[in-house]
């Protein structure tokens, strides 16, 4: 027997408006269908990470953030989008991630995000939340590496 019920499920996924980010949703979705679980996106920006600006935006914030992601979310999901639940954070993904885990059933991020060359110098953010997670992660692999 389960001993997580069905209503306290919750899946946490990283959205970054990035193709992994993206695939990872998809496989959020698949598993909250099959497991009767929540979905809470979860987004981190900030001045130097904007979520899907292509050019440094003076003024971005989280009311853009949060219309460029749920326009991530409509994209991806289609009618399936309106049970899930946005969290927008001005912080590093990392952090902004394993501070939303807390208490969730499954935390879910692609294997590669908009973060390029500073994420290599940083380590990525799907590493991070591997190691420190306080929930079980499913780490959804760039289609490249199937």
């Given at each position: 027997m389960d001993?997580?019920?069905?209503?306290?499920?919750r899946i946490v996924v990283g959205v970054d408006?990035?193709?992994?980010?993206?695939?990872?949703?998809?496989?959020?979705?698949?598993?909250a269908r099959a497991h009767g679980a929540?979905?809470?996106?979860?987004?981190?920006?900030?001045?130097?990470?904007q979520v899907t600006a292509t050019k440094f935006d003076p003024d971005y914030g989280d009311e853009r953030a949060r219309a460029d992601i749920d326009e991530v979310v409509a994209a991806v999901l289609g009618e399936?989008?309106?049970?899930?639940?946005?969290?927008i954070e001005n912080d590093l993904p990392a952090r902004a991630?394993?501070?939303?885990a807390q208490g969730a059933w499954l935390?879910?991020?692609?294997?590669?995000?908009?973060?390029?060359?500073?994420?290599l110098l940083l380590g990525s953010v799907?590493?991070?939340?591997?190691?420190?997670?306080p929930?079980?992660?499913?780490?959804?692999p760039d289609q490249d590496h199937r």
């Amino acid at each position: 027997m389960d001993p997580t019920p069905a209503e306290a499920r919750r899946i946490v996924v990283g959205v970054d408006g990035s193709a992994g980010s993206r695939r990872a949703l998809r496989r959020a979705a698949e598993e909250a269908r099959a497991h009767g679980a929540s979905i809470e996106v979860v987004t981190a920006w900030n001045m130097l990470d904007q979520v899907t600006a292509t050019k440094f935006d003076p003024d971005y914030g989280d009311e853009r953030a949060r219309a460029d992601i749920d326009e991530v979310v409509a994209a991806v999901l289609g009618e399936d989008a309106s049970g899930v639940s946005l969290r927008i954070e001005n912080d590093l993904p990392a952090r902004a991630l394993l501070n939303a885990a807390q208490g969730a059933w499954l935390l879910v991020v692609g294997s590669r995000g908009l973060g390029g060359f500073k994420g290599l110098l940083l380590g990525s953010v799907s590493q991070q939340v591997a190691h420190h997670a306080p929930c079980p992660v499913l780490i959804v692999p760039d289609q490249d590496h199937r």
